[in-house]
T-cell receptor, first 109, second 114 residues
Framework: GQNIDQPTEMTATEGAIVQINCTYQ??????LFWYQQHAGEAPTFLSY??LDGLEEKGRFSSFLSRSKGYSYLLLKELQMKDSASYLC??????????WGAGTKLIIKP | NAGVTQTPKFRILKIGQSMTLQCTQD?????MYWYRQDPGMGLKLIYY???????DKGEVPNGYNVSRSTTEDFPLRLELAAPSQTSVYFC?????????????FGPGTRLTVT
């Protein structure tokens, strides 16, 4: 079967760094997405990785290791507005997105 | 560009009633999707469409129907609503050709069936 695992909840302090992990087992792989979802809102795109390595975009970076079925999202200089759920999704062999349950990130002052 | 729009934002249905959730996109995307999201769960694909006149089932299609008569519109029909269909419904669209089809989401419809 297809499976995406990520922690249910994480807590971090404003100004700090946090790493949210995602492991996956899917039928085929056409890339991995990270989306941000604030409470009561729609998911919005953060990053996309299809090759191994680190992709940096401002305060956010995403890493992929295809051989390990592993990705992480790194958030630096945390701000209160980063409090949200972070969804990991893998594009499978049919280009359908398989979604993890999301990691709720709580930022404390 | 309005992006992806959904109506209504909220709806309460009685068991056995029917309704249609509307979804429209103005980005000329060929792919459209309907998801449901239950509390603490990931998004589950209900139906998707790769273009006008073509639809296919996703992971959880039972109790739902869709049609795609135009590129812009992709309505979701609930027949004989059941409490298990209480959820938040998101419509999304993507353009084949973008990196593995990044999806753009509408604001969602919160549906309660009692």
């Amino acid at each position: 079967g297809q499976n995406i695992d990520q922690p249910t909840e994480m807590t971090a302090t404003e100004g700090a760094i946090v790493q949210i992990n995602c492991t996956y087992q899917t039928s085929g792989f056409n890339g991995l997405f990270w989306y941000q979802q604030h409470a009561g809102e729609a998911p919005t795109f953060l990053s996309y990785n299809v090759l191994d390595g680190l992709e940096e975009k401002g305060r956010f970076s995403s890493f992929l290791s295809r051989s390990k079925g592993y990705s992480y999202l790194l958030l630096k200089e945390l701000q209160m507005k980063d409090s949200a759920s972070y969804l990991c999704a893998v594009s499978d062999s049919n280009y359908q997105l398989i979604w993890g349950a999301g990691t709720k990130l709580i930022i404390k002052p | 560009n309005a992006g992806v729009t959904q109506t209504p934002k909220f709806r309460i249905l009685k068991i056995g009633q029917s309704m249609t959730l509307q979804c429209t996109q103005d980005m000329n995307h060929n792919y459209m999707y309907w998801y449901r999201q239950d509390p603490g769960m990931g998004l589950k694909l209900i139906y998707y469409s790769v273009g006008a006149g073509i639809t296919d089932k996703g992971e959880v299609p039972n109790g739902y129907n869709v049609s795609r008569s135009t590129t812009e519109d992709f309505p979701l029909r609930l027949e004989l609503a059941a409490p298990s269909q209480t959820s938040v419904y998101f419509c999304a669209s993507s353009y084949k050709g973008e990196p593995a089809y990044e999806q753009y989401f509408g604001p969602g419809t919160r549906l309660t069936v009692t």
